[in-house]
């Protein structure tokens, strides 16, 4: 048989692709939860290797320590169904097994290898899309999806979110104008294409087009932010950022209260953008109350540690907010430990992981000329874990901001941004 773009599926019950093809969109649109229903499909068809295949992918890409188990238990099954499965299945069964051995970066290129063969399998484009963005590969962002486009036809299902995903590694290659015309182009064709949304977002935030990004968001909060997206909280994070760049204080924490941290959950992608909008006001000594209290109780059960550089980061923010001085020790050994060993993260951690922890730990501490000699080395290479342009901006204004009280305090001239007191 064959899904809706042609792509070869080595299934026999139409049933069990209509399955598949119903999680696919929810993956693609990011509302309802694709697990869920390809685990119906799996009930009635249990040797459906797609969807094996499928709930495995859904499951890297929420890229932390938690979903190894889940993931092990999908490679188990299409090991014994290997000799049911056709190529392009055992293709992604081969990528699927390099994460779980934490050859990330080998998962994300067997991924483009099968895109070569098969560029029309919009499982293999959006996963690969995403592993290349917890790489912060911007050339891969948009090359992956640029390789594939030619085989594709705007009447093509998915074609929309396809023109979402070209418009973001546009974006974080730059291309702002096509990145604009390409994610515009996908939210006409898809409406609700959060990605799309959020590829937008981005480029207005290059562009310090605030207000204008502002109105962009709330005017179509139908599209984006319904109860079952499961990406709301990170479109309302760039929403928060545009109101806290424009001054708007009170709204960026009622936003932080009720869209991006609306709910306590334990999942890293809601944990980190929690931190990361925290701690922009704690650079600027704002204060916000009981939240970081809430966000660092969790992340000092230290369960995620040392298991991705980039969430590593964001836990030692929430620690050194709070004092938490033993918790954010333990996420330091955790990542120096990691750094020490092998896979993609060891190189990750060793590269820019650990200096930047060194970093924050310091800048809590109030060792602010420490801090600015540990980020200089690494601020232009900080792609290496992951994250966008819009994301690693922290480092950027970590670095800034401790240069500045460090200059303070070696000087009788008191500067700040707004010139010297």
């Known amino acids: 048989m064959q899904d809706l773009r042609g792509v070869p599926v080595s299934a026999s019950d139409p049933g069990s692709l209509d399955g598949y093809e119903s999680a696919l969109r929810a993956f693609n649109t990011y509302r309802g939860d694709p697990v869920a229903i390809i685990d119906r499909t799996l009930q009635d068809d249990p040797d459906f290797v797609m969807g094996h295949v499928l709930r495995a992918h859904v499951h890297v890409t929420m890229w932390e320590k938690s979903v190894v188990p889940a993931i092990e238990t999908s490679l188990n099954r299409l090991r014994d169904l290997d000799n049911r499965s056709n190529e392009r299945e055992r293709a992604h069964a081969r990528a699927l097994g390099r994460w779980a051995s934490g050859d990330w970066r080998g998962y994300k ?21 995403i592993s290349d963005f917890f790489h912060g590969d911007r ?5 992956r999806v640029a390789r594939s486009l030619p085989a594709w036809t705007r009447e093509d ?34 409406p609700d294409d959060c990605w799309a949304q959020h590829a937008l977002a981005h480029v207005m935030e290059m562009q310090a087009r605030q207000a204008e990004g502002i109105a962009f968001m709330e005017t179509r909060q139908a599209h984006w932010a319904q109860d079952d997206n499961a990406f709301q909280f990170h479109n309302w994070w760039h929403t928060a950022l545009y109101h806290l760049d424009q001054g708007h204080i009170d709204r960026a924490l009622e936003i932080y209260d009720r869209g991006v941290r609306a709910q306590t959950s334990e999942i890293q992608l809601m944990m980190l953008d929690a931190a990361a909008l925290l701690w922009r006001l704690y650079l600027r000594d704002i204060d916000v109350g009981g939240r970081w209290k809430e966000l660092a109780s969790i992340y000092a059960k230290g369960s995620e540690n040392g298991f991705y550089a980039f969430n590593d980061m964001h836990a030692m923010m929430a620690l050194v907010a709070t004092g938490q001085e033993s918790a954010a020790a333990a996420v330091l050994r955790a ?5 020490a060993g092998e896979g993609t993260n060891a190189v990750m951690s060793r590269e820019v992981g650990v200096p930047i922890l060194r970093a924050f ?4 501490r109030g060792r602010y000329g420490e801090a600015v000699d540990l980020l200089m080395p690494v601020r ?14 922290i480092v950027h204004r970590t670095l800034i901001e401790a240069a500045l009280r460090d200059a303070n305090k070696r000087s009788p001239w008191r500067w700040r941004a707004s010139g010297p007191r």
């Open 139 to 143: 050339d891969n962002l948009r090359g």
């Open 361 to 364: 730990e310091a800048f809590g």
């Open 335 to 339: 990542a120096s430990k990691a750094a």
């Open 109 to 129: 290129d067997d991924l483009d290898r099968l895109l070569a063969e098969q560029p029309r399998d919009l499982l293999a484009l959006q996963a690969g899309h």
């Open 380 to 393: 232009y290479r900080a792609a290496l874990f992951g994250g966008s342009h819009a994301q690693r901006d």
């Open 157 to 190: 299902s998915g074609y929309g979110f396809l023109l979402g995903m070209y418009a973001f590694g546009l974006e974080e290659c730059g291309s702002y104008g096509p990145a604009e015309e390409a994610g515009r182009y996908a939210i006409a064709i898809e």
